[in-house]
């Protein structure tokens, strides 16, 4: 039995299609720690020009964008967004009260009632 060649390490926007809809799954170099496929490597930013950059050895093909760790991701911060949002509404709505209680008493003043 032959043993298998390593599994190539994923570029660190494997999972970001959004941001980097070129990627290309596999890194093929490191900057610093952060893997980058050569696409990623291109596009990197001034920041990161000025680090070394270390080739990875070739190995497996990294497994391809993963669907369901991205929705996983997404889902939470549409709970976490959602969250915030109902939080927000409900001290807007309290404002909103106390100032109509104070323009009424403050209407009524002006009127000398
Ligand atoms: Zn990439």
Redesign the pocket.
């Known amino acids: 039995m032959s043993a298998l060649p390593p599994a190539a390490i994923r ?4 999972n970001n299609p959004d941001l ?1 809809p070129d ?3 596999t ?1 093929s170099a490191r900057i610093g720690p952060i893997p ?2 050569p ?2 490597l291109q596009r990197r930013s001034t920041l990161g020009k000025g680090q070394p950059v270390r080739p990875l050895p070739a190995g497996q093909p990294a497994v391809g964008f993963d669907p369901l760790a991205w929705l996983t991701q997404a889902h939470t911060e549409l709970r976490t967004a959602e969250h915030r949002l109902r939080k927000e509404c409900a001290e807007l709505a309290m404002e909103r009260d106390v100032l109509k209680r104070s323009v009424a008493l403050w209407v009524r003043e002006a009127m000398g009632r």
């Open positions: 570029c660190h926007y494997a980097r990627c290309r799954i890194a980058l496929c696409s990623c």
